[in-house]
């Protein structure tokens, strides 16, 4: 699934790695793409909080994508996220009969996430033995495919503290938590159709090249009334061939990502412990061997994140993919 | 080296369920403060933190109460309650110490005795 997981459970990135090989011919093509996010900062009001013991999560997302060209500039992908979470998180559990209870979990998730159909038309391309320039739009659905379970049990402890005030006062829907990773950050899917929009560009002039692709993702009501704020990612940057060869090319990208997600909707109200911004930086290899084979691998360190309320954020990212085209 | 100091409780709060039966049915809740600060004699500093209050108490639904107050960062408070006319305090809930501030909402299920309530703060 996409929402809390950031560039983690970014759709479109495995389908850009695709877009990005060598080769380009019609045909099948199938992607496995895998990206880890360390999230062991907590945030409360942007503001880092230090202890020991401090709730933590590492999510790791696998996409398996088979896709198919029709045309070289017409094609089809079906992303399908393998979601895992390791976490700690201590927080309270309210109810209406009795005190609340702190209750501690240490844990994991797996499971299938939220899959995504997604189209991708090449709309400009030139080619030449020293330059090149191609310009892609990408757009699809995601699929409510992801157990929704933890997305039901935080909309019910918001219902229950909700109950708990008299009628009126001004509160935070997700008033009730006490952790920086919420249910909602955990969870395997959204339990909504989402919209998947995106554009990429590529572009080569010798051995230097600058990459760039734009997410935006709309993000509609899902389980129990839970809906996720708007999601946009801009990343790229420039980069040089390295190595070229008869049958392989080795590069190296300075990528710098912005990723930004709007606050969440939940028990119809706009919650203020939820949406943050980040700006990253790190390199990115890339490697093709043949006119079948990619890979590329990259790491992003965040230099500058703001959070809403109590949220933890990466610490650091890292991604890779592997493309084989047939 | 620490110390711990008493405040004066607060006035308590009689809730009454109805006039004509109120001798029989009446009950009563009252909530006291108890505050424990911890200089540091050491340093010579005192903890600059809002005192501790319960903030609200109030009925809820047919047969209880919720406790309101909020809380500092970094500090523990223990909800606690005590039947008159004897008995020991006993928690009723902890909030653990969480390095930001935070509110909390406590349910206690209403009995035909008295009860008093205290917010006990460490440090």
């Not at chain 1, 019609?26 to 880890?36: C, L, M, N």
């Not at chain 1, 554009?199 to 809906?227: I, K, P």
């Not at chain 2, 600060?37 to 209050?53: D, F, H, K, M, N």
Request: one cysteine or more.
């Amino acid at each position: 699934m996409g929402s809390r997981l950031g560039a983690a459970g970014c759709e479109l990135c495995a389908i850009y790695s695709a877009d990005n090989a060598q080769a380009r011919n019609a045909g099948w093509i199938a992607t496995v793409s895998e990206s880890f996010i360390s999230y062991h900062t907590v945030l409360f009001n942007d503001h880092e909080l230090s202890g020991h013991d401090l709730d933590f999560r590492d999510t790791s997302i696998t996409h398996l994508v088979p896709g198919y060209n029709f045309t070289p500039e017409l094609g089809v992908n079906l992303s399908i996220p393998l979601v895992y979470h390791h976490f700690q998180r201590t927080d309270l559990r309210y109810s209406l009969t009795d005190p609340p209870v702190l209750r501690s979990e240490h844990s994991t998730e797996f499971g299938l996430g939220d899959v995504s159909l997604i189209g991708r038309w090449t709309a400009f391309r030139r080619a030449g033995m020293e330059t090149s320039v191609a310009v892609s739009v990408l757009g699809g659905v995601k699929f409510p495919t992801g157990d929704t379970d933890r997305i039901a049990d935080e909309v019910q402890q918001t219902q229950i503290y909700d109950a708990l005030l008299p009628p009126g006062t001004p509160h935070d829907p997700l008033g009730h938590s006490i952790s920086g990773v919420h249910q909602h950050d955990l969870t395997l899917g959204s339990g909504s159709f989402d919209g998947i929009f995106g554009v990429t560009m590529l572009s080569r002039w010798d051995r230097y090249f600058f990459n760039a692709q734009f997410q935006y993702y709309l993000r509609t009501e899902g389980e129990s009334g839970y809906t996720y704020g708007n999601e946009l990612m801009v990343a790229g940057g420039p980069g040089a061939y390295l190595l070229l060869g008869k049958s392989y090319t080795f590069n190296l990208q300075a990528n710098a990502g912005y990723d930004t997600m709007a606050r969440d909707e939940l028990a119809g109200r706009l919650s203020n412990r939820t949406g943050w911004t980040a700006w990253y930086l790190g390199p990115q290899l890339g490697l093709t061997v043949g006119n079948h084979f990619s890979t590329v691998a990259g790491v992003d360190i965040p230099v500058h994140i703001t959070a809403n309320g109590l949220q933890n954020v990466p610490d650091y990212r890292v991604h890779a993919s592997l493309v084989w085209r047939f | 080296m620490s110390h711990n100091r008493v405040v004066p409780v607060s006035s308590p709060l009689r809730i009454q369920t109805g006039a004509g039966r109120a001798f029989r049915r009446a009950w009563f809740i009252q909530a006291a403060i108890l505050v424990g600060l911890i200089g540091s004699v050491a340093t010579g500093l005192r903890l600059q933190a809002t005192e501790p209050q319960i903030s609200r108490i109030e009925p809820f639904l047919t047969d209880q109460v919720t406790i309101h107050f909020d809380t500092d960062a970094n500090r523990t408070y223990q909800l606690q309650f005590l039947h008159l006319p004897t008995g020991n305090w006993s928690n009723l809930f902890v909030a653990p110490k969480i390095p930001f501030p935070n509110h909390y909402i406590v349910v206690d299920y209403r009995t035909n005795q008295s009860r008093l309530y205290r917010l006990r703060v460490t440090p």
